[in-house]
């Protein structure tokens, strides 16, 4: 398929998380590719998604009121405190779509005014002049077998920059979180792809701090071995055409 054709299927969401992204590894993948590669080949094979957790509808939504914030119309909610209530249960069962609560969409309204008036990050997205969502495909390792994708959530072209919009439960843990969802290899992946620089910026969603976290050479080398690493238990246990090792027959010793 031509590139560019491909890159502005993939614009829409259907198509980036539906069978035509699949085609492609992500960041988002790595973490079920070295936990259990046999549940991600079981996944992959039968097209499964899993549910979106709370917190990722929430990320999904914040996102949205920054940078396409004519699709939040589309969101269904409830108005009840917490998800621990007869009335969520109800309204899930009933739903056949994602939602959130009122609360969370008004929290992440509040959190999306409080970044946006940063002048600092306000300039570095510039909102009328960047692009927002756009997908890119490519190799990200010398000699790979496999292609990645990625979904910038702002490309500032003017200043080869790419910006990815994080929130965070702990500003004073994020450096903890920073490695334990693999936003470091996410970080190698992009830079890669795009070519690009690459800057986090970080809003806590209980005090409304903001950072704009540096990224060390050690952090982008680590991110670099742990797609190596990925692409080499895809080989092994994922890839048809790969090693045809069976993750299921995994022996774990360890000692006690």
């Known amino acids: 398929m031509d590139k ?8 829409d969401d259907d198509n980036y998380y539906g069978k035509l992204g699949q085609s492609y590894l992500s960041n988002s993948d790595i973490l079920e590719l070295m936990k259990n590669p046999q549940k991600f080949k079981i996944q992959k094979e039968s097209g499964e998604r899993e549910a979106p ?8 939504y914040f996102h949205q009121e920054i940078l396409e914030p ?5 969101w269904e909610t409830v108005n009840v405190k917490s998800r621990n209530t007869k009335a ?19 929290q992440a309204k509040r959190m999306a005014d409080r970044l946006m008036n940063v002048k600092e990050v306000f ?15 490519g190799m990200v390792l010398d000699g790979s077998r496999y292609l990645w994708k ?7 072209r003017e200043r080869n920059l790419v910006v990815d919009l994080k929130t965070t439960a702990s500003m004073k843990n994020f450096k903890n979180s920073f490695y334990s969802y693999n936003y470091h290899s996410q970080a190698y992946i992009y830079s890669q792809l795009f070519d ?25 080398e680590k ?6 690493q990925a692409e080499e238990q895809y080989y092994k246990y994922v890839d048809p055409k790969g090693a045809g090792e069976d993750a299921s027959q995994h022996v774990i010793k360890f000692l006690i």
């Open 4 to 11: 560019s054709k491909l890159i502005k299927q993939l614009q």
């Open 53 to 60: 957790s709370p917190e990722m509808l929430f990320g999904r």
């Open 150 to 156: 990625g979904k910038a959530d702002v490309f500032n």
């Open 196 to 220: 690009a620089n690459y800057q986090l910026v970080v809003i806590d969603k209980n005090t409304f701090q903001i950072a704009m976290p540096e990224i060390s050479d050690y952090a982008i």
């Open 123 to 137: 300039d570095m997205i510039d909102i009328t002049q960047s692009d927002k969502e756009v997908p890119e495909v």
């Open 223 to 228: 991110g670099q071995e742990l797609v190596r």
């Open 88 to 106: 969520y249960q109800t309204k899930k069962a009933e739903s056949n779509s994602d939602f959130l609560l009122d609360v969370e969409v008004e």
């Open 70 to 74: 004519e699709k939040t119309s589309e």
